[in-house]
């Protein structure tokens, strides 16, 4: 049997089960409430985000796929957004200095 990450990792279900065992865990080990809520509120925080790179990097994909060019991209290092552009170029499109 094949586990499909991508599906687990966008799977709103898989996160909230996270979330539930490691609230039991911390909970079983007397961690104080508001250090509980911290981690409850870290791990919603990352299964957005890898939610979201994988939603558009299927996005990026299809668009590839279809023959469509992907123009720019938003890079966040630290805070700070920088745009990478980005030009898919077809084979046919690229020609031969004569």
Do not use: C, H
């Not at 799977?11 to 080990?29: D, E, H, N």
């Not at 104080?32 to 790179?53: C, K, M, R």
């Amino acid at each position: 049997m094949r586990i499909d990450f991508k599906q687990k990792l966008t799977s709103r279900k898989f996160w909230a089960a996270v979330i539930g065992f490691v609230t039991a865990i911390l909970t079983a080990f007397n961690v104080d409430s508001l250090t509980i809520e911290q981690v409850t509120a870290i791990i919603s925080a990352t299964a957005v985000l890898i939610a979201y790179i994988i939603g558009e990097g299927l996005v990026d994909s299809a668009r590839v796929k279809n023959g469509e060019p992907v123009k720019d991209i938003v890079v966040t290092l630290d805070g700070n957004e920088v745009l990478k552009a980005l030009s898919a170029v077809k084979e046919e499109d690229v020609k031969e200095d004569e």
